[in-house]
């Protein structure tokens, strides 16, 4: 009996070995999947924003939601609903559009999707994501032409992606845009100043709904779009994202982590024991990549300072692309080669997946610079994976990490480094207290972030939504 449940053991392990080999030979053909690429973004009550009441779908209010029970986007079954995307990219807007086209799918909506910029020349990821979509029963409609406009006419709702999307409005719907301003959801995940142009939002005002991933974010737009182009924001939604099926599947089972943490830190050439903190992110100074490097180097000078007793640290920087940020990247490189501590910081390229990562490393580090992550959801993410986090006091992952039970908040800016450095010597310092910060925040997924959570939270808006198009239309 002993040696069949040691062979089933043997090939459960060379079953998910496979999988993982799989795994890294499609992302090596693909570029970025990083959910928290778009400048993204437990929350208190509703502020109020624009000319109605903002609301926020509380996620304490849909934390007993069960899969067993009823779908909660099952009014959606027979709506034609229209997603446009301002692109078509690995990045986290248009694969966030797309999850939702496909819960949308999954109750028997009709969803057309189009994206208003595409490259001339043929694209390989945009084919895959195309291919993607008609699979799973998404219509992929050209930007432009009758076809958009006519089956943005006849939609029951359209949902604009990102600011940017705004773009499409006059440039495709022309003197129609009065007739479908009435049943747009607008879905913003952006942060940076230079999204507030009139040219994207100045049909703002007129739309149906905007559906915003945090509270910091509603606000800061709010102010913007009054003190900078003088419009006011219509009745806005605060919906906080959720980690997806397949990702809860992986963090959950113990065989699969087990295998791509060995899987990953070998390719690293880190011991099992070793201690690692890793930031996962396109690599760019808004970032803060090398703000981490700075803190993770003070880290390892107060260790030897002090004699303290921890396993070998090493930093991982999740998201390289040489290509992209050449002059950042050459000065990552450079400060860890002048500190002499290339022997502990690993650059990695950018990569399909990051549910290995996350089952690798040990401490997450989000250090979004600026005003933040919009959301952040590799933030909750890593919480899935019972990984403390030491966020930036900015944006949404002020509304993710609880400061002191699952993780630590420290400042932006230059001045992080030494508060960031002291965090990072306490996780390693203290095994338990790393274990304790995990755990709360896997539990803290698993009450808010998760996704039939975000779908619930989802319904009640497009319910709303709905409900506004169709009295506007009979009057």
């Not at 479908?180 to 005002?205: A, D, Q, S, T």
């Not at 002499?340 to 401490?363: E, M, S, W």
């Not at 306490?426 to 755990?439: C, D, I, S, Y």
Request: charged share 25%.
């Amino acid at each position: 009996m002993a040696k069949q449940s040691s062979a089933w053991v043997g090939m459960q392990k060379n079953r998910w070995a496979l999988v993982v080999l799989a795994l890294f030979s499609l992302s090596t053909a693909m570029v970025f999947f990083m959910r928290t690429a778009f400048d993204s973004c437990s929350a208190g009550a509703g502020n109020d924003f624009g000319e109605g009441k903002g609301r926020e779908v509380e996620a304490s209010s849909v934390g007993r939601v069960r899969s067993e029970e009823p779908n909660p986007l099952g009014f959606m079954k027979s709506k034609l609903v229209l997603l446009v995307s301002h692109e078509l990219s690995l990045s986290g807007g248009p694969l966030l559009l797309m999850e939702l086209a496909f819960l949308l799918r999954g109750v028997g909506s009709e969803v057309v999707w189009i994206t208003n910029q595409k490259p001339a020349e043929s694209d390989e990821v945009i084919h895959s994501l195309e291919r993607k979509m008609l699979d799973r029963g998404v219509q992929v409609f050209s930007a432009k032409g009758q076809k958009a406009i006519d089956t943005a006419l006849k939609a029951d709702l359209v949902v604009l992606n990102t600011a940017v999307a705004g773009k499409w409005l006059d440039g495709v719907l022309k003197e129609n845009v009065p007739h479908v301003l009435p049943k747009v959801l607008w879905w913003i995940h952006e942060m940076r100043g230079h999204y507030f142009n009139v040219e994207y939002v100045k049909h703002l005002p007129f739309v149906a709904g905007a559906m915003i991933d945090s509270h910091a974010t509603a606000q800061y737009w709010k102010n913007r779009t009054q003190e900078r182009l003088g419009i006011s924001m219509p009745k806005t939604y605060v919906v906080h994202l959720g980690n997806s099926k397949e990702l809860m599947e992986v963090a959950e089972d113990s065989v699969s982590r087990r295998v791509l943490r060995e899987h990953i830190r070998e390719s690293l050439g880190v011991r099992s024991d070793d201690l690692l903190f890793a930031i996962i992110n396109s690599v760019s100074r808004g970032k803060g990549q090398d703000l981490f490097l700075r803190a993770f180097h003070e880290s390892l000078q107060v260790i030897q300072e002090k004699k303290l007793q921890v396993p070998s640290m090493h930093a991982v920087v999740v998201g390289s692309d040489m290509n992209v940020q050449t002059k950042f990247e050459t000065e990552l490189r450079k400060f860890v080669l002048e500190k002499k501590i290339q022997d502990r910081v690993h650059f990695v390229n950018k990569t399909l997946t990051v549910a290995p990562y996350l089952a690798a490393i040990d401490v997450l580090v989000q250090n979004s610079q600026a005003r933040g992550e919009c959301f952040g959801r590799i933030t909750i993410e890593a919480m899935g994976f019972q990984l403390p986090v030491l966020g930036t006091a900015a944006g949404g992952t002020m509304e993710i990490v609880l400061n002191g039970t699952t993780g630590f908040l420290h400042p932006v800016g230059k001045e992080s480094v030494t508060p960031l450095a002291n965090n990072i010597v306490k996780l390693a310092t203290h095994v338990e207290r790393r274990m304790t910060m995990g755990k709360q925040g896997y539990e803290r997924v698993k009450e808010r972030f998760l996704e039939h959570h975000m779908a619930h939270r989802i319904a009640l808006v497009l319910k709303e939504v709905l409900a506004r198009a169709k009295s506007s239309n009979n009057s």
